[in-house]
Each structure stands twice: as structure tokens, then as C-alpha cells.
T-cell receptor
């Protein structure tokens, strides 16, 4: 079973639309990371969340971690074709350790 | 500065052969990770090195897989007697310390025929 569930698995939106990607775990998450991957390339770090209720923004991307630290969301405002790619969440399930597991990813396509 | 470097970028091998995949982490990074990404799948944790501590090998799928890290720097992932199900992209990542964001290489695409 997948320890980090991401939804949706894929998403197609029209340029300019807002969208949200979710990352959910049945257990507490420590050090929640969001990455973006383009085809044939490695993962690019977007944001890290550690505290329950934490929210961070960078340009048009906002990430939140809920109070229980079991769910995170990534929200993109006014999407652009450059936002297309695969978004992955990763986290440690054990406090103080750094064995990071990742979700299955959300494939985003933005239509111009 | 230089990022995480992986070689080769592509490897095609025959079933039953051994392969070695190399990872050069960012200089000074004490933590090094190997992940496997199969088509349409997320990242599967394989192994984690932190400084001089014993590596966390809990993700290695079978005893055909092994990894070492020499001098706290370069790491080699070895797959013996490769099988077709080993075909995947193998990603290496490093970080300055545990708890810091991971910096990923571009991966090695392994195809076992």
C-alpha cells in the first residue's frame, strides 16, 4: 500500500485556472516536501513544511500542512504552461529520522 | 555550483548481467539517498547514507541490490543478475544534513532486455 496518497493522479487545466493537489497520510508526517519533476529530469525542490498549520508561498504556488500534520495541499493560482510537470510530495514518517518516502505523484498539464 | 551528478544517464543491459550506477553528490553533503522510479510510479526508497553511520538499507528490494559510499562522497548502486523488473529510473539525491531539502540528480534510466 502507498504510504503517501496523492490526488488527483493527473490533472488537465486551462491556462489561467487555479488548481489544488493533495497529499495525505494515515500517520503524522515530519518534514513535508513538495517537488516538481519534468520529463527526463530530476526533481526540483519547491517548498518544505514542518509545523502543523504552516503555510508557505512562492510566486503563484502555495503549500499548506494541516494542524495534524497528516495532509498537505499544493495550490497553484492562475496556472501557466510552465507549471506543467509531475508534482510529488515527500515526507518522513518517523520523527528525527530522514528516511523520506514519496507519493505517486500528480501529473499536471496546462493547456494554453 | 555543480549539482548531483549521475552516470551513466542511460544503461541498457541483458538480463542476468550485473550493473553499477554511480552518484557524485554535491560536495560537503553528508546525506545521500537512492530512489527508484518505475513507469507511472512514485519514488521508491532504496537506501540512505548519513555521514559515517550505518546506512538504512530497508528499501533494497532483494539481496541482488547493494550500495556503498566511499569516503563519504561518491556512491555506487550495484544490481547483480539483473531482471526485467529492475528496469526503471534510478535517482540519487544528497542533502547537507538530515532534514534539509534533497537535491536530486537527473537519474540513470536502466533498461533490462
Amino acid at each position: 500500500s502507498q504510504e503517501l496518497e496523492q490526488s488527483p493522479q493527473s490533472l488537465i487545466v486551462q491556462e489561467g485556472k487555479n488548481l489544488t493537489i493533495n497529499c495525505t497520510s494515515s500517520k503524522t508526517l515530519y518534514g513535508l516536501y513538495w517537488y516538481k519533476q519534468k520529463y527526463g529530469e530530476g526533481l526540483i525542490f519547491l517548498m518544505m513544511l514542518q509545523k502543523g498549520g504552516e503555510e508557505k508561498s512562492h510566486e503563484k504556488i502555495t503549500a499548506k500542512l494541516d494542524e495534524k500534520k497528516q495532509q498537505s495541499s499544493l495550490h497553484i493560482t492562475a496556472s501557466q504552461p510552465s507549471h506543467a510537470g509531475i508534482y510529488l510530495c515527500g515526507a518522513s514518517r518517523i520523527s528525527g529520522t530522514y528516511k523520506y518516502i514519496f507519493g505517486t505523484g500528480t501529473r499536471l498539464k496546462v493547456l494554453a | 555550483g555543480a549539482g548531483v551528478s549521475q552516470s551513466p544517464s542511460n544503461k541498457v543491459t541483458e538480463k542476468g548481467k550485473d550493473v553499477e550506477l554511480r552518484c557524485d553528490p554535491i560536495s560537503g553533503h553528508t546525506a545521500l539517498y537512492w530512489y527508484r522510479q518505475s513507469l507511472g510510479q512514485g519514488l521508491e526508497f532504496l537506501i540512505y547514507f548519513q555521514g559515517n553511520s550505518a546506512p538504512d538499507k530497508s528499501g533494497l528490494p532483494s539481496d541482488r541490490f547493494s550500495a556503498e559510499r566511499t569516503g563519504g562522497s561518491v556512491s555506487t548502486l550495484t544490481i547483480q543478475r539483473t531482471q526485467q523488473e529492475d528496469s526503471a529510473v534510478y535517482l540519487c539525491a544528497s542533502s547537507p544534513t538530515g532534514g534539509s531539502p534533497l537535491h536530486f540528480g537527473n537519474g540513470t534510466r536502466l533498461t533490462v532486455t
